[in-house]
């Protein structure tokens, strides 16, 4: 059942609805366990899209196997989206850091906490973001060390390939998965492929997971896939990054997700003006190309790659 969370009049006659579906067992006990799916919240990274569409889809399609409530809520930045920009535009504010917002405060910190206020008392959140236009990102968890030991185990069903923990508190107070963990509803944040996309193989392969999460919860009875066992990570540990050393147009060559040795060329960063090649650029270590850039115009310092495997 379609529901509306929030509502807020815009200047001229018109109001910005957010809503969510709500999908739970014909017959319910009074003890169901519910999970949230959210996305959208930066307007322009459009990956969760599929993944809420063939959620609910194949939920319906199943119904049977429904023992928990299933929350979708696909679009909870509509103005972002209406406007392909990431932020909420009228105030140009990052909406991950409006959380847990404020019933008495401005346009966007009030839908940020009648937003909370729906999720709290949940038993699970799932937060699904996308890469930005620049970079394309292998499906991955991010979460911090301070919530490790709580949230890894869950982490680890979602099916995807990597789990990267943070050892510096990288993810800010004021976002989403800050604020609902500060709350005790668990809650997990998956980054993938780019922005102002949609990659369908990255969608399905979160979906699985999702699917594996709501069995662990009670939530889902149907059968599930054994999940992909994730390469876990922390920021010093296998990850090495390649940055730019010149400006110009970066032609690839290597693919997303391709396995390099040291000493192969991840690709040349060109002079369109002169012919020429100003960067040769040549993989420092063995390992996956997990994080590839996707927008060609770079400048001295942009980065290029991100290798799992090696240091
Ligand atoms: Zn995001």
Known sequence: MVKTVVSVGLPVLETMHIKKNRLEPENKNGNERRICIVTGIHGDELEG??????????????????????DVYPCVNPLGMESIT??????????????????????????????????????????????????REIPQVRLDKQHEESLLEYAKLLNTDF????????VEPASLYHSLNQKKV?????????????TKEFGDQILEG???????????????????TSVISSDQDKVTLIHAE?????????????????GDVV???????????????????????FTLREYPVVYDGSLIARILGGV
């Not at 668990?186 to 993938?192: D, K, V």
């Open 163 to 170: 789990i990267w923990v943070h050892s510096s508190p990288t």
């Open 86 to 135: 990431r932020r909420i535009p009228t105030f140009d504010l990052d909406m991950n850091r409006s959380f847990p917002g404020d019933m008495d405060g401005d346009m966007s910190e009030y839908v940020a906490a009648k937003l909370v206020e729906d999720f709290e008392g949940a038993d699970f959140c799932v937060d699904l973001h996308a890469s930005n236009i620049f970079l």
């Open 186 to 198: 668990p809650t997990l944040s998956i980054e993938m492929g780019v922005g102002m996309r949609i």
């Open 267 to 289: 690709g040349n960063i060109v002079d369109s003006l002169n012919g020429t090649i100003v960067q040769h650029i040549i993989a420092p270590c063995d390992g996956v190309v």
């Open 210 to 228: 999702i699917f594996c999460l709501m069995h662990k919860l009670g939530i889902w009875s149907g059968p599930v896939i054994t999940p992909k």
């Open 49 to 70: 899209q599929y993944i809420c569409y063939q959620l609910i889809r194949r939920i319906q399609e199943s119904k049977e196997f429904l023992t928990g409530i299933v």
């Open 246 to 262: 010149a400006s110009g147009v970066f032609l690839p060559c290597v693919e997303h997700l391709m396995d390099i040795k040291a």
